[in-house]
């Protein structure tokens, strides 16, 4: 049986997947570098990230708006630059019946 790996966020469908926005989010709070894109990771160590990414949202409320400013920045910065090679690669914001 074959061992199911993420592709990494470069080689994500668009980048704005589930786990995309996992490795996202896990730059936000440094618990990856910023060119860390997870290729190659097994899905229980994608499991543990987002958990540990869930974790640290729910001390901010899940929202975006109530990270410290510091934070908030960086999310706005690596958010704005995804959305832009999501949108590249043929993302649309609209879901669709396989979304």
Same mark, same amino acid.
């Given at each position: 049986m074959q061992k199911m790996t993420y592709p990494g966020f470069s080689q994500?469908?668009?980048?704005?997947?589930?786990?995309?926005?996992?490795? *996202?989010? @896990? &730059?936000?709070?440094? =618990?990856? %570098? $910023?060119?860390?894109?997870?290729?190659?990771?097994?899905?229980?160590?994608m499991q543990a990230l987002v958990e540990r990414v869930d974790r640290e949202w729910d001390k901010?409320?899940?929202?975006?708006?109530?990270?410290?400013?510091? *934070?908030? @920045? &960086?999310?706005?910065? =690596?958010? %704005? $630059?995804a959305i832009v090679r999501a949108r590249e690669h043929g993302w649309d914001a609209e879901l669709d019946d396989d979304e």
């Open positions: 994500d469908k668009h980048g704005i997947t589930q786990l995309g926005r996992v490795v *996202l989010d @896990a &730059r936000v709070f440094g =618990f990856i %570098a $910023e060119t860390e894109d997870c290729a190659g990771w097994d899905l229980g160590r901010h409320g899940n929202l975006p708006s109530s990270l410290p400013p510091e *934070l908030r @920045a &960086r999310h706005a910065r =690596f958010y %704005a $630059e």
